[in-house]
């Protein structure tokens, strides 16, 4: 079993940055492929980005790439969510989640899903 905290969100107004922090523990930490999705009121939960087991290797969802950072940490068990010059259509709840093979955009495809963190971006 594993269990994910986020941390980091937040009000921000547009064109400011925030970084997303996830915790896991309960397992192995560099035997899990970590990654970012989130939902938007009314709308399914989307893929945003996703790390390999080492960091080596990344995804991003066409709308965050060149503005989102994924990175992590293997000693200290957390995944960050660098976020700069956000938009309001941002504006979501994001999870992290982890599974325990190579990295995927696929919601379905994680087993481990941490609560959620609101971040919302003002106009």
């Known amino acids: 079993q594993v269990q994910l905290v986020e941390s980091g969100g937040g009000l921000v107004q547009a064109g400011g940055s925030l970084r997303l922090s996830c915790a896991a523990s309960?397992?192995?930490?560099?035997?899990?492929?970590m990654g970012w999705f989130r939902q938007a009121p009314g709308k399914e939960r989307e893929f945003v980005s996703a790390?390999?087991?080492?960091?080596?290797?990344?995804l991003y969802s066409d709308s965050v790439k060149g503005r989102f950072t994924i990175s992590r940490d293997n000693a200290k068990n957390t995944v960050y969510l660098q976020m700069n010059s956000l938009k309001p259509e941002d504006t979501a709840v994001y999870y992290c989640?982890?599974?325990?093979?190579?990295?995927?955009?696929?919601?379905?495809?994680?087993?481990?899903w941490g609560q959620g963190t609101q971040v919302t971006v003002s106009s």
């Open positions: 989640a982890a599974r325990a093979s190579s990295t995927s955009q696929a919601v379905s495809n994680y087993p481990y």
């Open positions: 790390i390999s087991t080492g960091g080596g290797a990344t």
């Open positions: 309960g397992r192995f930490f560099g035997s899990l492929a």
